[in-house]
Nanobody, 118 residues
Framework: QVRLVESGGGLVQAGGSLSLSCAAS????????MAWYRRAPGKTRELVAR???????TYADSVKGRFTISGDNALNTVYLQMNSLKPEDTAVYYC????????????WGQGTQVTVSS
């Protein structure tokens, strides 16, 4: 079992910055990728950014150039630096991890609220 603990959400004015972090603990033999998703009110959950164990990153078009995902060497902790925040970035942000080799498992964090005021 793997537990994900997120931190860093909060309230910020448009144009401001926030940094999220997510620490994974438990039975982790190897991590294939970690990611951040978000769900805005009335919308479906969407991928924000993803980082693989090889260091490759993927971003949603809406956050490219503003958000940066990074992780520690073992990819047990992932960070999301969010700059130039917009009101449309308001959402609950969820940490996600894909672990295992022959048997892969997916885990989600509990979510952290990010609110951007105009």
């Amino acid at each position: 079992q793997v537990r994900l603990v997120e931190s860093g959400g909060g309230l910020v004015q448009a144009g401001g910055s926030l940094s999220l972090s997510c620490a994974a603990s438990g039975s982790i033999l190897s991590t294939n990728a970690m990611a951040w998703y978000r769900r805005a009110p009335g919308k479906t959950r969407e991928l924000v950014a993803r980082i693989t164990s090889g260091g490759s990153t993927t971003y949603a078009d809406s956050v490219k150039g503003r958000f940066t995902i990074s992780g520690d060497n073992a990819l047990n902790t992932v960070y999301l630096q969010m700059n130039s925040l917009k009101p449309e970035d308001t959402a609950v942000y969820y940490c996600f991890t894909d672990v295992g080799t022959t048997c892969r498992s997916l885990y989600w964090g509990q979510g952290t609220q990010v609110t951007v005021s105009s």
